[in-house]
C-alpha cells in the first residue's frame, strides 16, 4: 500500500475548480475509496514566509495536504492524470502498512 500526499495552497485552482476538489474528484472517479484534504493552521514553504491561521491573514496562503492510501496501481493512474494535466503540484509517495485494530 502506498500513501499518496499532494500539497496545495488552499486558493489553487484547476480546470474551475479548487485543486483539492479536483483531486479529491479525480480519485473517486479513479474508484479510489477514499481521500482527505487538511488544511493547515501555520507553516511556511521553499520561499521561507511564515504563514499563520490569523484573522489578519489573507485568505488563501495556508497549505492544504490531500492524501489517499491505495495500491500502487491506482496511485499510478492518479499521478498520471496529474501529469497530464501540467500542473504544478508537489507531492509524496511512500510505502505504508495500513489496517484496523
Excluded: C, P
Amino acid at each position: 500500500m502506498n500513501l499518496l500526499s499532494f500539497y496545495t495552497s488552499e486558493k489553487q485552482h484547476h480546470d474551475g475548480k479548487l485543486l483539492y476538489e479536483w483531486l479529491l474528484e479525480e480519485a473517486q472517479g479513479l474508484g479510489i475509496h477514499g481521500g482527505s484534504a487538511f488544511r493547515a493552521i501555520a507553516g511556511f514553504g521553499r520561499h521561507g514566509k511564515m504563514h499563520e491561521d490569523t484573522f489578519f491573514e489573507l485568505a488563501g496562503e495556508l497549505a492544504v495536504k490531500v492524501e489517499f492510501i491505495l495500491d500502487d496501481a491506482l496511485a499510478e493512474k492518479l499521478l498520471a492524470k496529474v501529469r497530464a494535466q501540467n500542473m504544478n503540484v508537489f507531492y509524496v509517495k511512500q510505502s505504508v502498512q495500513s489496517g484496523v485494530v
